[in-house]
T-cell receptor
Framework: RKEVEQDPGPFNVPEGATVAFNCTYS??????FFWYRQDCRKEPKLLMS???SGNEDGRFTAQLNRASQYISLLIRDSKLSDSATYLC??????????FGGGTRLMVKP | SAVISQKPSRDICQRGTSLTIQCQVD?????MFWYRQQPGQSLTLIAT?????????ESGFVIDKFPISRPNLTFSTLTVSNMSPEDSSIYLC?????????FGPGTRLTVL
C-alpha cells in the first residue's frame, strides 16, 4: 500500500464546475500536509498547506481530517488554467516529503 | 520562496556514462533534497544532501550509483553513475523554505 494515495483521474470537468480531490495517508506520524500543482513538463509548485482547521485561498479550499487520515482539495469555479496534476504530500517530523501519485485535472471550455 | 536553478536542463546520454547535475539556490539553506520523477510517476526522494556530512539516502538508492556533493549552503550536485535506460527520468532538487518545499526546474535525462 502506498503511503499517500490519490485517485489518478483524469477528472474532466467543464469551466465553472466545482471539483474535489481526495487523498489518504497511511503514516499516522505525518505532521504537515500540502497540495502541490504540477504542470506538464514543469516542476511541482506549492499550491497550499493543509491545516486541521481547513484553509481557503481564493477558489481553493483544503481540509485535513487526522482521525480518518484524509486530505481534500476543493476547486470552485474551475478555470482552463487549473488544468494540471495535483499532488497530495505528507511531511514527517524531519520535513521529509512523501508524494501521492497525483490527480490529473482537465478543465474544458 | 527560494529561487532554484539546475544545470543541465536536459541531456541525452549513452549507457555506461555518468552525468553530474548541479543545483544552485539563491539563499543559504540547511537541507537540500534530490528527487527522481520517472515518466508518468510521482516524485521519489533519492537523498538528502547535508552540508559538511555525507548525504542520507532513501531505501533503494545508494551512494555508489548516486554520489552527492554539498560543498556549501547554496549548492549541491547529484551524479547519476554508470547510467542505464532505466535511469531515464527527471531529476529535481528542492529546498525546505517556509511555508513549504520548493523545487528546481528539473533535469530531464534520457539514457540511450
Amino acid at each position: 500500500r502506498k503511503e499517500v494515495e490519490q485517485d489518478p483521474g483524469p477528472f474532466n470537468v467543464p469551466e465553472g464546475a466545482t471539483v474535489a480531490f481526495n487523498c489518504t495517508y497511511s503514516n499516522s506520524a505525518s505532521q504537515s500536509f500540502f497540495w502541490y500543482r504540477q504542470d506538464c513538463r514543469k516542476e511541482p509548485k506549492l499550491l497550499m498547506s493543509v491545516y486541521s482547521s481547513g484553509n481557503e485561498d481564493g477558489r481553493f479550499t483544503a481540509q485535513l481530517n487526522r482521525a480518518s487520515q484524509y486530505i481534500s482539495l476543493l476547486i470552485r469555479d474551475s478555470k482552463l488554467s487549473d488544468s494540471a496534476t495535483y499532488l497530495c504530500v505528507a511531511s514527517n517530523a524531519g520535513n521529509m516529503l512523501t508524494f501521492g501519485g497525483g490527480t490529473r485535472l482537465m478543465v474544458k471550455p | 520562496s527560494a529561487v532554484i536553478s539546475q544545470k543541465p536542463s536536459r541531456d541525452i546520454c549513452q549507457r555506461g556514462t555518468s552525468l553530474t547535475i548541479q543545483c544552485q539556490v539563491d539563499s543559504q539553506v540547511t537541507m537540500m533534497f534530490w528527487y527522481r520523477q520517472q515518466p508518468g510517476q510521482s516524485l521519489t526522494l533519492i537523498a538528502t544532501a547535508n552540508q559538511g556530512s555525507e548525504a542520507t539516502y532513501e531505501s533503494g538508492f545508494v551512494i555508489d550509483k548516486f554520489p552527492i556533493s554539498r560543498p556549501n549552503l547554496t549548492f549541491s550536485t547529484l551524479t547519476v553513475s554508470n547510467m542505464s535506460p532505466e535511469d531515464s527520468s527527471i531529476y529535481l532538487c528542492s529546498v525546505n523554505y517556509a511555508p513549504g518545499e520548493f523545487f528546481g526546474p528539473g533535469t530531464r535525462l534520457t539514457v540511450l
